[in-house]
């Protein structure tokens, strides 16, 4: 592994809004692109309408079809979060505009894999659905589709994942990103896609006094934005303006109490606070519980957990979830030892360098749970890596997380085109995704994948560079600057939280939790000692009781601890000087 580069950001033009903020927050929204406030992304008012989305018309049309003939609709979802708020979404939504006749069905990755094959299509057709509409999925499922439409039922596919060559012969396709999609929001997710389908929905049945006539109240979609932000955080999609609008508003409702009973009962066990909930929490907290369902069990219990109305329902559901995290870290942690064990192994190339493209592969991994290893080898490195797993039928199953410069979708893309014969399948987008290979392959696309990878990278993108927002006066390192950087986001995928570096003196030094640092560090400029805390710490480097100095790379936070409030530094790195 290089050695850890710490680079501070461009500040860049603060124009306008350098009047409207402090000059700190007026630096660190410059150097992410803002110049004014409204760019930022909070109001409703300011949310692209997605009227422009192709394929919407046509969808809407065809739900008013199955909602006037009280249709059997089937909703299939996806295994991970974005999937299973998509699917809440679509359920809630269409029961909101009279829809009595609603299911949802979920593949089992184990079983069936992802997406809407022509497996699925055959156990969905025992529910003598009318329409099938799938979310976060079904851009590349052509055979499924097929498979439905001879059987004499329709797809209208939502979904925001990359396209192959061929589009599936839906009655109806809403995707930001297949072609000629004129909406600007492309990276909309899953969640996303679906929460402007019902938006578009509600919009033309309003027209026709639908609600009136049937003695129905109007809907208030926004009820659905606290599941929509939820997915959109949890999906690692980029923070633009209007993702940022919608998280900014589901975290709102959150905040005020108005979330679903499940989303509150997963926010308690979780050990956050619902009033000061923030876009971190949904990604590092609710996220990843949400998410061992899906790659463990069932994500039925999830999806479960997010429809029900009962307080106690929820909270028994919700336990559920967070004893399969639990599992789930467990069995993460067992693989991350075993992948340790594999990269002391590796052969390293004439410069004494790992593989660009790492890929790595363990008979006994789980995988539900390539897709974490996956990222975890990926941040500890800073290149792409790929996590296999045995399936089916001498198959393996790989996922897939890369780093910014290479477009892992379109780089299996390019794999596939030199060698045909090579990807059984594959999807996903720029910085996730998922393949099926042949096990006796596993050493060809290994070279394939690292030689794709060398086209687009270099040594030195390759390098660990850290960028933060640069030093913090001791004026700075108050309680008020961390409550207002608080609440200066949402933070999140290419809208960065912000992350300082600085020197300090190391007073004390402790292990807690088994794998955290505790620290004591003092400010030099005001002797000011301050409480800092480094999760998952290196345990073959810290305590280290030499060291008195370090350069550390740290986000302001404040700490409760039995009603008493004070700053701390959540270490990000730690570096001994």
């Not at 998280?247 to 606070?273: C, F, N």
């Not at 059984?424 to 290994?446: D, R, V």
């Amino acid at each position: 592994m290089s050695d850890i580069t710490i680079r501070r950001r461009e500040s860049g033009s603060q124009g306008k809004i350098f009047s409207q903020v402090t000059p700190l927050l007026a630096r660190i929204y410059a150097s992410r692109g803002l110049d004014d406030l409204d760019a930022l992304g909070r109001s409703l008012q300011q949310l692209q309408t997605g009227r422009d989305m192709l394929g919407l018309a046509e969808a809407v049309k065809r739900l008013i079809v199955a909602l006037e003939q009280d249709q059997q609709i089937l909703i299939v979802g996806d295994f991970d979060c974005d999937g299973a708020t998509s699917t809440a979404v679509g359920m809630l939504g269409l029961g909101m505009m009279g829809a009595s006749r609603v299911t949802y069905l979920v593949p089992n990755r184990f079983e069936y894999g992802y997406g809407l094959s022509p497996e699925i299509v055959d156990v969905a057709a025992a529910l003598q659905p009318d329409l099938i509409i799938t979310v976060d999925n079904g851009i590349s499922s052509v055979a499924g589709v097929a498979r439905a439409n001879s059987l004499g039922i329709d797809v209208v596919v939502t979904d925001h994942h990359l396209p192959g060559e061929a589009l599936p012969a839906a009655c109806a396709i809403v995707n930001p990103n297949q072609p000629d999609c004129p909406f600007s929001e492309k990276s909309t997710c899953g969640v996303g896609v679906i929460f402007y389908v019902m938006t578009a929905l509600r919009r033309s049945l309003e027209e026709q006094n639908w609600f009136e006539a049937r003695g129905l109240p109007r809907p208030n979609l926004a009820a659905l934005l606290d599941l929509v932000a939820l997915g959109t955080v949890a999906d690692v999609v980029p923070l633009e303006q209007n993702n940022r609008t919608l998280v900014y508003q589901g975290l709102q409702r959150i905040r005020s109490g108005k979330a679903r009973p499940g989303l509150i009962a997963l926010i308690d066990i979780s050990g956050r606070q619902r009033r000061r909930l923030t876009a971190t929490d949904l990604g590092f907290a609710l996220g990843p519980r949400l998410n061992a369902a899906g790659r463990l069990d069932d994500m039925s219990i999830g999806i479960e957990c997010l429809l029900t109305n009962n307080p106690e329902r929820a909270q028994q559901l919700a336990l559920q979830l967070d004893s399969l995290n639990q599992e789930r870290r467990g069995i993460e942690q067992e693989m991350q030892q075993q992948a340790n064990a594999l990269l002391d192994e590796l052969e390293l190339d004439a410069e004494g360098e790992l593989p660009f493209g790492l890929c790595l592969y363990d008979g006994d991994w789980h995988q539900g749970v390539i897709g974490i290893l996956a990222s975890r080898i990926k941040e500890k490195l800073n290149r792409p890596v790929v996590a296999f797993a045995t399936g089916d039928k001498g198959e393996l199953k790989g996922s897939a997380r890369s780093v910014n410069g290479f477009h892992i979708r379109d780089g299996l893309d390019a794999v596939a085109a030199k060698h045909p014969s090579l990807l059984k399948k594959f999807g996903g987008h720029a910085m996730a995704a998922g393949m099926t290979i042949a096990a006796e392959n596993l050493g060809l696309f290994q070279q394939a994948f690292d030689a794709e990878v060398r086209r687009h990278l270099s040594a030195e993108q390759l390098q660990h560079a850290v960028l933060t927002d640069g030093g913090l006066s001791s004026a700075e390192l108050t309680m008020e600057m961390a409550e207002q950087l608080r609440e200066a986001g949402p933070w999140g995928h290419q809208f960065p939280e912000p992350l300082f570096d600085g020197e300090f003196s190391l007073l004390q030094q402790r292990i807690v939790g088994q794998r955290h640092l505790k620290l004591v560090l003092m400010e030099p400029e005001s002797g000011m000692a301050i409480d800092a805390i480094h999760f998952n710490a290196d345990l073959d480097v810290w305590p280290n009781d030499s060291v008195q100095r370090v350069h550390a790379v740290y986000r302001l936070d404040v700490n409760e601890f039995r009603g008493q409030r004070s700053l701390q530094l959540m270490i990000d790195h730690l570096l001994p000087l």
